[in-house]
């Protein structure tokens, strides 16, 4: 007989439902991954699927782990460290891989001269320095770097 036999359904209740409710936000990260049409439609789904769906299963394993290591014999409670460290890790490098993956994207539409992908936004706090074109045939100024040092 194992421990989940003898689970009392106040517990179990929430267990299945968080892993209910995190698996099916994972499945549906993943089909949004294979069914939605261009790059940028295909970075959102997943991202929210993962966040979202190990969230719920992170909690369903809280609960249970919980409850499991606080019948007799052991100390109290089991502190919920490796789920939060978990949960933690995720909430956070899920979404900074989705916005490196956008930009990076982004950059490469652009110089590809994808169409249907909007141009830089000129930001009134960046000063504009002109390219070789903008710069009415004057040419940058060149820079001795023969006294640079390191240099030999």
Do not use: C, Q
């Not at 502190?79 to 460290?85: A, R, S, Y």
């Not at 900074?96 to 990076?104: D, F, I, N, P, S």
């Not at 001269?113 to 390219?131: F, K, Q, W």
């Amino acid at each position: 007989m194992s421990y989940l036999d003898t689970l009392p359904p106040w517990i179990a209740i929430p267990v299945a439902f968080f892993l209910i409710l995190g698996s099916t936000l994972t499945l549906l990260g993943a089909f949004g991954l294979a069914r939605l049409r261009d790059f940028y439609d295909r970075l959102h789904a997943p991202t929210l699927g993962t966040s979202w769906g190990a969230a719920g299963i992170l909690l369903a394993s809280m609960i249970l782990m919980s409850w499991n290591e606080s019948e007799p014999g052991w100390s109290g409670l089991r502190p919920v460290l490796h789920e939060l460290v978990i949960g933690i890790f995720l909430m956070i490098t899920t979404p900074v891989t989705l916005m490196l993956l956008g930009r990076a994207a982004l950059h490469r539409d652009r110089i590809e001269g994808t169409p249907g992908i909007p141009g830089a936004v000129e930001r009134a706090d960046v000063p504009h320095r002109p390219t070789g074109e903008e710069a009415d045939g004057e040419a940058a100024p060149e820079i001795d770097i023969s006294d640079a040092p390191g240099e030999n």
